[in-house]
C-alpha cells in the first residue's frame, strides 16, 4: 500500500501517467454490483454500467486509459458506450473520451463544468452534449439508475457526487482520498469547508455500500467515514486556534491530529492542509 501511495503522489502531483508503479498500469475491472463495475488503472477509477440498453462510463480519465477500458469492456459485451458522465472538469480525468464519442456517445456533466472544460488548449476533451442545472440529473438506462448529485464546491466548483441508489453504490472523485494527505500543490482549488459539508451531506442523505474513490483501487463505507472524520478533525483544531487569536503560521506548527499520524505523508503535508482550511474558513471557499 505505501509504494502504491508514493506512486500516487508523485501520479498526481505532476499528472504523469509514467510515474505510475508498474503493476498499478495493469487494467483492472472489478464487478461491484450486477452491472456495475469499477475499472481501475494508472491510480485512477471509473465506474462502468453496462445494460442490455448501452454502457454508461463516469470519466475517461485520459486517452490510454479510455483504451484499456474501452478493450476491458468489449470483453464483456458487444454494447456501445452510450453516455459518459463527467464527475468535474479537472483534465487529468477528462481528457481521452474521443474513443466514446466516435462510437456515438453522449457526454453530460453539470452546467458550472462548461466553461473550464472548453478550457484545454489541448482540446482532448470533449465538449458536453448535456449539462444540468440544480442539484440533480437523473439517468436511467437498461434497468439502472445513475444519479449525479451536486453539493456545491468541495475539489473544484462543479464536482458532481455520482450515486447508484438502488444499487448503493456513490463514485466520490477528487473529494474523497482516503489514507492520504495529498500533496501541497493538488490543494489550490480544495475547498475544504466544501468538501467537509459534501462528506456530511453524502453520509446523511444517500445509502451506499459500496464506494469508489476517484484515485484509489478501492474503497468502503468505512474509509468514507475515516475520511469525514480527518476533515472534520481538520476544522474542529484550526477552527478553535483561530478564535483564540493564533495566526496561519502558529496555527501550522501547532495543529497536529494523532489519530491520523498513520496517514501517508501526514508529517509532510499536514501543515499546508491547515493552511487550506484556515483560508477555506475565513475566505469563504
Not at 108 to 137: F, N, S, W
Not at 177 to 204: C, E, I, K, W
Amino acid at each position: 500500500m505505501k509504494r502504491f501511495l508514493t506512486a500516487l503522489a508523485l501520479s498526481v502531483g505532476f499528472a504523469g501517467a509514467s510515474l505510475a508503479a508498474e503493476d498499478d498500469m495493469k487494467p483492472v475491472m472489478t464487478e461491484l454490483k450486477d452491472g456495475g463495475y469499477q475499472f481501475h488503472m494508472a491510480h485512477y477509477s471509473s465506474l462502468v454500467v453496462i445494460t442490455d440498453e448501452g454502457v454508461l462510463v463516469v470519466d475517461p480519465n485520459h486517452e490510454f486509459r479510455a483504451e484499456a477500458m474501452r478493450a476491458e469492456i468489449a470483453r464483456l459485451t458487444d454494447q456501445p458506450v452510450v453516455k459518459v458522465l463527467y464527475s468535474h472538469p479537472h483534465f487529468d480525468h477528462s481528457r481521452g473520451g474521443q474513443i466514446f464519442k466516435d462510437e456515438g456517445a453522449k457526454f453530460i456533466t453539470h452546467a458550472g463544468c462548461t466553461e473550464l472544460l472548453a478550457r484545454d488548449l489541448e482540446k482532448r476533451v470533449v465538449q458536453p452534449d448535456v449539462t444540468y442545472e440544480g442539484d440533480e440529473y437523473r439517468i436511467e438506462l437498461g434497468g439502472k439508475v445513475v444519479e449525479m448529485r451536486y453539493y456545491g464546491a468541495n475539489d473544484g466548483q462543479c464536482n458532481s457526487a455520482i450515486y447508484m441508489p438502488e444499487d448503493k453504490v456513490l463514485m466520490a472523485v477528487d473529494w474523497h482520498l482516503q489514507g492520504f494527505v495529498n500533496m501541497p500543490g493538488r490543494l489550490n482549488t480544495h475547498d475544504y469547508v466544501g468538501s467537509l459539508n459534501t462528506l456530511r451531506r453524502v453520509t446523511a442523505e444517500l445509502d451506499f455500500d459500496t464506494v469508489i474513490s476517484g484515485h484509489m483501487p478501492s474503497s468502503s463505507p468505512e474509509q468514507l467515514a475515516e475520511d469525514l472524520a480527518f476533515n472534520k478533525a481538520l476544522f474542529k483544531a484550526v477552527w478553535d486556534g483561530m478564535q483564540a487569536g493564533k495566526s496561519v503560521e502558529e496555527l501550522k506548527e501547532t495543529v497536529k491530529l494523532p489519530a491520523f499520524s498513520h496517514w501517508f505523508m501526514y508529517e509532510q503535508n499536514l501543515p499546508a492542509h491547515v493552511e487550506r482550511m484556515a483560508y477555506s474558513i475565513w475566505h469563504g471557499q
